[in-house]
């Protein structure tokens, strides 16, 4: 069984390898939706040499977590960041 986690690093592996929006826009909303550990998924994405895109991708978490209206919000913790 796949955690929420595992399921954001599926789809952040989408994004990384293959440019695919789609999965990106996945990611996030699992994000939102979840508790997610952001700085797992940092440490996971920088192993996969992939930092730029955890950038972009960590700037359009922050930009769609102030659109939505969603109680979860608070399970993201942007101080680290």
Partial sequence: ML???DS?????SSFYHWNDGQ???QAINICLGQQIDLT???KWSLQELQKEKFDSFKKQLRKNSHFRNN???D???FAKF
């Fill in 8 to 12: 954001v690093k599926d789809r952040l």
């Fill in 71 to 73: 109680s979860k919000e």
């Fill in 40 to 42: 797992e998924v940092e």
């Fill in 23 to 25: 999965a990106l826009e």
């Fill in 75 to 77: 399970n993201l913790d």
């Fill in 3 to 5: 955690r929420p986690i």
